[in-house]
């Protein structure tokens, strides 16, 4: 942590400062140039808000692994996503409508996709949308047809919950839980989350940093479940329908963190014809795996037609994506 004082403070009181610092956050210290340095700087120790605000102090900075120092171990971790890895050498497709719609629809959809290799099908069935008018999901009917879905073609599946409350019936059914970007920030969920044992995938909100997005991180792992995926979904909302993918952020938490950091092109894009050059490009670019948006009919889906695939086209993006995963 450095924390720098103001210019104008007199030497005497800069030694007093220290003084409290180190009285906040015990360890190591040090004072040069107006600026106070104290390392290592433990996270229960981690005062920030009182350090802030101590008289004389201009900023304070923390480095991402003192503040987020679970998530930011940099050590390379595996997650086991059915029969897959994620974070090793596999490149996971997750594939699978936005939301379950409807459970012909879904199985045909879920059929399809084993047929074309995907290592885990997606599913929302409580969907948080920008407008209380809009699909909800089809909530626990909509698990029922996960639950089949699972058993039909021997896949794992990926869904969402919205509010801590579905868990422990979405858990019993769903493989890993995905925490939604809207939810990114939703503290009370993360606990949860990083409370039970399914493993997670936990999505950036729109325009969140790379520390908010590692500090969430940090909620589901002080909590005890390291099984966690993180997944950029880029910073567009209805606001700003512009594709936003942002590629360095995913990188840079992927470096960092040492977690598996797949890529979400259909919302990161919001549009078709983006969806199979932004999978082929996380692939080129060493991520851990994709989740796209694919639909038996996209032009008829209830949620996020537009960024949907259709089956064909998901065919022909995977066999791109094998042939070049495949040849050196
Ligand atoms: C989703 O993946 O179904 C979803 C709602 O995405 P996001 O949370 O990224 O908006
Ligand atoms: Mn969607």
Redesign the pocket.
Known sequence: MLIYLEKSLPSSRRKAVLRRALGLCPGKGGLKDGTIWLFPCAPGAVRLAMVEALPGVEKVEVRLDEISPLACSGKKKLVKVGQAQAGGKEFLMIAGP??VESRAGYLAAARFLKKAGVHAL?G?IF??RSSPYAFQGMGYSGLDVLGEAKRLTGLPVVT?VTDPRQLEKVGAVADVI?C????MRNYELLKELGGQKRPVLL?RA?GASLREWLLSAEYVLKQGNSSLML?E?GDRCDSAPQPSLNLEIAREAAERTGLPVII?P??GTGRRSLIAPAVLAAAAAAFHGV?V?VHQNPHNAIV?GKQTLSLEEFAGLSRSLHKMLHTK
């Open positions: 936005c939301a997606r929302g969907k948080p969402e995905q939604g970007a809207r939810n999505k729109a997944c979904r979400d259909s919302h989740m948006e996020d």
